[in-house]
């Protein structure tokens, strides 16, 4: 199969599921998912829509959107299916109909890698409440150093870098320019 084609689960696969946002997706992501393999045969990654990226992550959040997002998640070896949407609360519907064995959650689930917040700490908590009551959740750190806001201060700074550049050989440009025309008497 190619890089965007599900594959089925086996009928007595070991199921895990991850969930994210999956912005910029970058080396810290394709270390979790390799982790995430590690807990089963077969990989299912839920990636959250814009809006509630946007939410829990603030207005500069995501830079990628949703279907962007999805296809890089896809790509990657160690997926084997994306949920696109995903409820924000996992549900013993929604891990009985697709067969979940293990429900990942990572401390560090922030755009800028740190442990969560107190106030997103206790609302986590909610949405993995069923997956916890069951015994199937699993928190671990990705291991990873790399974040999203990390990648974004990069890109900002050549940005910056950049524009000054252009700024100055703008400003000799000009300064060439006009000598040349008081030189010529223009």
Not at 129 to 139: K, L, Q, W, Y
Request: glycine content about 6%; overall charge negative; charged content about 30%.
């Amino acid at each position: 199969s190619g890089p965007t084609e599900t594959r089925v689960a086996p009928e007595h696969a070991r199921i895990v599921y991850v969930d994210g946002a999956w912005d910029l997706f970058h080396a810290g992501h394709v270390a979790v998912l390799r982790q995430a393999r590690t807990f089963g045969d077969y990989v299912i990654v839920g990636v959250h829509d814009d809006a509630e990226v946007n939410r829990v992550w603030g207005p500069a959040f995501p830079i990628m959107n949703l279907q962007e997002r999805a296809l890089s998640v896809l790509g990657c070896k160690f997926v084997d299916d994306v949920l696109i949407g995903p409820p924000i609360v996992i549900t013993k519907q929604m891990l009985s109909t697709l067969r979940i064995n293990v429900v990942l959650r990572f401390p560090e689930d922030s755009a800028d890698g740190r442990p969560r917040s107190i106030s997103t700490v206790s609302e986590t908590d909610l949405r993995y409440e069923v997956p916890e009551a069951m015994g199937i959740c699993r928190d671990y750190r990705s291991g990873h150093g790399l974040s999203v806001r990390q990648i974004a201060d990069r890109v900002k700074a050549e940005a910056d870098i950049l524009k000054e550049r252009f700024d100055r050989k703008a400003s000799l440009e000009k300064e060439h320019t006009e000598r040349k025309v008081a030189e010529l008497g223009y």
